[in-house]
């Protein structure tokens, strides 16, 4: 455990589909572990809080839809680029605001996927295995939730997923699925798994979320 205490913010809230309480909960005991002290906002208020965000080692954001004023979205960029971490998973972090400054903090913005659940697999980039969020990890499948997102070419893209060829696309499909980017001082980490609980008991889900958290974190 470390010794020395940091802060972490969780930010969470929105449509209550992905489950922002539970699965954001699952992960304050790992924080606390490591030396963290967790405050938890259910309010996009703390946005504004310029004092909080520079004294914050590590923003979770886990807040699906919903609307960021331009202070707010303005307050969270500046807290970022001067050091602070921002980091979370699937729509809690993709597809959260329509706001283009946002997006471009975090570098990607969800689209579409498709109806359901359906089985698909996540492939680790070759040329990045041995990046800590996912040094000796191996690919593996998911039955969930596959986000098809639009990105930004500056993120280092860590795992990726296929779309097969289907009425619309001729030929398979690959796009980023967890990546990473700095933004001035900061770091934020992406990762597009995560719509439901039990998606976190596959041990490789589980494992490259954790050690995001605490790469992007000042």
Partial sequence: MATESRRALVVRGGWDGHHPVTIS??????????GYTVGIHEDLAVYDDAELLAATDLVVQCWTMGTLTPGQ????????RAGTGLAGWHGGIVDSFQDHGYHLL??????????GYLDHAYRLVPE????????GLDGFSLHSEQYWVLTDPHIDVLATTTFPADELHDEPVTVPAVWTRTWGRG?????????????????EVRTLTERGLLWASR
């Fill in 106 to 115: 975090t570098g990607g913005a969800f689209v579409m996927h498709p109806p």
């Fill in 128 to 135: 990045r295995s041995a990046h800590p969020v996912v040094a």
């Fill in 73 to 80: 979205s303005a307050g969270l960029a500046a807290a970022v």
């Fill in 25 to 34: 909960d699952g992960f304050v005991p790992f924080l606390e572990e490591h």
């Fill in 187 to 203: 770091r934020v980490f992406v990762s597009t798994i995560g719509h439901k609980p039990d998606d976190f008991d596959v041990p």
